[in-house]
């Protein structure tokens, strides 16, 4: 669907098309219409990361979504400042796109690797915080 002011809440800056707004346990966030990628705005993205289906939202193929890793050099859809290439601290093969004074930028499936490594990793760590326990 091409962008339309009237229905879309933003224009998806990998694509250009419109994006809708969607929500989960009162966590709005915008997806694109056409490549699914994702737009959090300030801390949506760890807030809907908190919950535990927040996944659902991420509906898009990440087959689809590696395409646009390549197109990075994305302007942010509020501001039209170039947007920050960046990685995930833990799970470097997760590339977003970051505008420091509004939000980040995912294609489609980077949310859900993003939000079920890190329960794995919560899980390791607590594994971890046990033995540390128990060791003298
Ligand atoms: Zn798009
Ligand atoms: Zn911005």
Redo the contacts with the bound molecule.
């Keep these: 669907m091409e962008h339309d002011a009237a229905t879309h809440s933003l224009k998806?800056?990998?694509?250009?098309?419109g994006?809708e707004e969607v929500t989960h346990e009162g966590v709005a966030i915008d997806r694109?219409?056409?490549?699914?990628?994702m737009w959090f705005d300030a801390d949506e993205a760890h807030r809907l990361k908190d919950l535990k289906d927040g996944h659902l939202l991420d509906i898009g193929d990440p087959k689809d979504g590696w395409k646009?890793d390549s197109h990075a050099d994305i302007k942010c859809p509020h501001c039209g400042k170039q947007m920050e290439k960046a990685s995930d601290s833990k799970q470097k093969h997760i590339w977003y796109e970051v505008c420091r004074d509004h939000g980040m930028f995912m294609d489609a499936g980077e949310f859900k690797d993003f939000k079920f490594e890190s329960l794995l990793d919560r899980f390791r760590s607590l594994i971890k915080g046990n033995r540390a326990n128990i060791a003298p």
Excluded at 12 to 17: D, I, L, N, T
Excluded at 32 to 37: A, D, E, P, S, V
């Design positions: 998806c800056p990998k694509c250009q098309h994006m694109c219409t056409h490549c699914k990628g646009w």
